[in-house]
């Protein structure tokens, strides 16, 4: 178990915006435990026995509920997972009501995933809960930030100085918003590339330039971090065909190994082959895909064990 004395600089994670580096690099170094737990036969420590923790996800996932699921089981929390789809939601609950008859189940802390950008930092306004986002609206996926920066760091000992690509749809994309900050926290430059349609026009005052060209986004940078399509969040055509998309902004095997140099592919899932990535590229060497899912259990116990030690 992590024996620092350090502490994070907030009681709950809403965003990257929040964490300062410090607290960034205190999250890695805890992680790095955790990992080599998780590499053990008994993949479990008894630091949170005495914590009841409640996934409460508005929104379909994979990857982040099972891997906050798996991070508190390690971490020997208690458990309670909430479908927004088969809840009371339905018959006109509201989010505060909900949470506040969770909470009332002697639940100490609320991981939630919602469709509304800021939903997580009202929730923590109106409720006596710790709360970590899991994912709000387009707006930020802090987690993921920070397993993507932890897996940079561990392909190349470190971020700073790193040049990365986030390719994609950047505009309903929360990976890509909450992967900028944390990326420049840790000292790294970030562009972004993508039909222009579908890049923020604010993209400038981030600090972070824009790419037009696939071809010189990748030539640019030492990790492309290839994003999906997000057609769920768009109520307008932002290009003309997923076919064109793909023909101009997807990336395959000839356009990889055409590059002067090698790079590092990554993708926050879910992925949809053939149309931002092909097969031999998201299985290929050079991908880090499922390291990404592999170090989310680590750097989601990391989170939970330091906001733990808030209380
Ligand atoms: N990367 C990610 O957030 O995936 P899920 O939607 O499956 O959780």
């Known amino acids: 178990m992590p024996t620092e004395t350090h502490q994070l600089s907030t009681p709950h994670l809403l965003g990257i915006k929040d964490l300062n580096e410090q607290d960034i690099q205190l999250i890695f170094e805890t992680a790095d435990t955790f990992k080599d737990v998780l590499n053990r036969p008994i993949k479990k420590v008894p630091s949170l026995r005495d914590l009841t923790i409640a996934n409460i996800f508005f929104e379909n996932s994979?990857?982040?509920?099972?891997?906050?699921?798996?991070?508190?089981?390690?971490?020997?929390?208690?458990?309670?997972?909430?479908?927004?789809?088969?809840?009371?939601?339905?018959?006109?609950?509201?989010?505060?009501?909900?949470?506040?008859?969770?909470?009332?189940?002697?639940?100490?802390?609320?991981?939630?995933?919602?469709?509304?950008?800021?939903?997580?930092?009202?929730?923590?306004?109106?409720?006596?809960?710790?709360?970590?986002?899991?994912?709000?609206?387009?707006?930020?996926?802090?987690?993921?930030a920070l397993l993507d920066a932890f897996s940079i760091r561990e392909r190349y000992g470190d971020v700073a100085g790193k040049r990365i690509a986030i390719i994609g749809d950047i505009l309903h994309s929360r990976v890509a918003l909450s992967n900028i900050l944390c990326l420049q926290k840790l000292g790294a430059e970030v562009?972004?590339?993508?039909?222009?349609?579908?890049?923020?026009?604010?993209?400038?005052?981030?600090?972070?330039?824009?790419?037009?060209?696939?071809?010189?986004?990748?030539?640019?940078?030492?990790?492309?971090?290839?994003?999906?399509?997000?057609?769920?969040?768009?109520?307008?055509?932002?290009?003309?065909?997923?076919?064109?998309?793909?023909?101009?902004?997807?990336?395959?095997?000839?356009?990889?190994?055409?590059?002067?140099?090698?790079?590092?592919?990554?993708h926050p899932g879910p992925i949809n082959r053939g149309v931002e990535i092909t097969s031999d590229v998201a299985d290929s060497q050079h991908s880090i895909i499922l390291n990404q899912v592999e170090n989310g259990v680590a750097i989601r116990m990391a989170v939970l064990y330091l906001l733990a030690g808030k209380r």
């Open 62 to 144: 994979t990857r982040t509920r099972l891997s906050f699921e798996l991070a508190e089981k390690r971490l020997s929390a208690d458990v309670v997972n909430f479908a927004a789809s088969s809840s009371s939601v339905s018959k006109g609950e509201t989010l505060v009501d909900t949470v506040n008859n969770i909470l009332a189940m002697k639940v100490d802390m609320v991981v939630m995933r919602h469709p509304y950008a800021g939903a997580g930092i009202f929730l923590s306004k109106h409720v006596k809960a710790q709360i970590v986002n899991a994912g709000d609206g387009a707006h930020e996926h802090p987690t993921q």
């Open 191 to 266: 562009r972004v590339c993508g039909p222009a349609t579908l890049i923020p026009k604010h993209i400038a005052s981030l600090g972070v330039k824009t790419e037009s060209n696939l071809i010189k986004a990748l030539e640019w940078c030492d990790v492309a971090n290839m994003l999906r399509i997000q057609l769920e969040r768009q109520d307008i055509n932002y290009f003309p065909s997923l076919r064109e998309y793909a023909m101009l902004y997807g990336l395959n095997k000839s356009i990889l190994d055409a590059l002067p140099k090698q790079i590092t592919i990554m």
